[in-house]
């Protein structure tokens, strides 16, 4: 069964046991004028597992108010638009980890009187470069969104990337790119990516792409995931745009769709994007799958959407090395909410609680977190400023 457990920012380092030893050998040799003594000493070094943290983020949806923000923000810059500063509150923490991967639902654009909003995205090309000084090494860009501005404006996205230096796994412009793994290195670590949509919003797949983007179906996912552990990934993780929208329960076909991902050897971890509000953390088999993760920068709120659309969560995935190879040892995550009031600032409603422990927009936004999460039966969860912990498997 997973728990919550609460700690201050003072408790996130646990202990490890190391699992991998070597065995050296030590000659000395003391001689006298009578005899001769040779003594060999064996020492035992003990080597430490392989850890990393991998860092995942929400939804990334730049409305049409989000990206004016970014435009303010730029104003003391040469600049047209600067995004840093809606992420000034969490860039540090982001950045800290040894993998951090955003998932970017919009298509992105040189041409600035082509930006737009809901409900075809098309948003500035300087956001790749912000992520990048964020802290971000990567981006989930499968979404229902790929195709806003058609098959053109999918190029255009992968070239933002390619130019910046960013990782991105979801738009594959050619059937090469489709069939090559995406790995990351993690402190040591070799993590594959995978990314896939339930969904285009109706625009159909272009003729003379077949292989733009993995939809939800089992057997190529499985396919690409084998090639990628071939390739060496000692840990995949596949991120799925899935569920129904404002939805913070996963439906029968989430629920079904994990169980026969992960019970496949090639796949570790789920995360997952699209509903816009958080949905629990699972486990199936002894994987993590983190069914949705929320909004993460958005201008959505109860008034146009639901209740908890500028809710979001930072995941921090925990790896560790044991003698069966590399795997989940816990999972982090961090409340956060969008101040859609301030500049659309993302805010970590845990730090925010210790300046004001009476604001109730913060104390509603964490206890609906918690209560979506899936901690509603384990007890006393008065908001507290602290980072969660999803207990050890």
């Not at 990206?67 to 860039?91: C, G, K, Q, W, Y």
């Not at 982001?94 to 930006?115: F, G």
């Not at 989430?254 to 958080?278: F, K, Y």
């Not at 859609?340 to 609680?353: A, E, F, H, P, T």
């Amino acid at each position: 069964m997973l728990g919550f457990v609460i700690n201050d920012e003072s408790d996130e380092t646990i202990e490890k046991v190391a699992v991998v030893s070597a065995t050296t050998t030590t000659t000395t040799t003391t001689t006298t004028t009578t005899t001769t003594t040779t003594t060999t000493t064996t020492t035992t070094t003990t080597i430490p597992p392989r850890e990393a943290t991998l860092l995942f983020t929400g939804d990334l949806l730049p409305h049409s108010p989000v990206i004016r923000a970014a435009a303010i923000a730029a104003e003391a810059t040469d600049r047209e638009h600067d995004f840093r500063p809606l992420f000034s509150n969490v860039a540090d923490r982001i950045s800290s980890a040894d993998l951090a991967i955003c998932h970017l639902e919009t298509p992105l654009t040189a041409d600035l009187s082509r930006l737009s909003g809901y409900p075809r995205f098309n948003a500035p090309v300087s956001l790749v470069d912000d992520l990048i000084d964020i802290g971000y090494d990567a981006c989930s860009t499968s979404s229902n969104h790929v195709l806003d501005q058609r098959l053109e404006g999918a190029i255009e996205t992968v070239s933002a990337f390619e130019q910046a230096g960013l990782g991105q796994t979801g738009i594959s412009i050619t059937e090469e790119d489709a069939k090559t793994p995406i790995i990351y290195d993690a402190a040591g670590i070799k993590v594959g990516h995978i990314s896939a949509t339930f969904s285009t919003n109706g625009m159909p797949i272009p003729s003379e792409a077949p292989w733009l983007i993995f939809d939800l179906e089992i057997d190529p996912l499985l396919d690409i995931a084998y090639q990628t552990r071939m390739a060496g990934a000692d840990f995949i993780v596949l991120s799925l745009h899935w569920g129904v929208e404002y939805q913070s329960a996963p439906t029968k076909e989430q629920r079904s769709l994990a169980e026969s991902l992960l019970a496949d050897e090639n796949i570790d971890l789920i995360v997952g994007h699209h509903a816009h509000v958080i949905q629990p953390v699972g486990m199936v088999d002894d994987e993590y799958v983190i069914y949705g993760i929320g909004n993460f920068l958005s201008n959505q709120s109860a008034s146009c959407c639901a209740v908890g659309t500028q809710d979001g969560v930072i995941v921090e995935v925990e790896l560790t090395e044991s003698d069966d190879g590399i795997y989940a040892e816990r999972v982090l995550v961090t409340p956060t909410r969008v101040a859609r009031y301030d500049g659309y600032r993302i805010l970590d409603v845990g730090n925010l609680l210790i300046q004001n422990p009476d604001s109730n927009e913060l104390i509603s936004s964490w206890e609906r977190t918690l209560e979506r999460l899936g901690a509603e039966n384990l007890g006393d969860f008065s908001p507290l400023p602290t980072t969660l912990f999803i207990e050890e498997k």
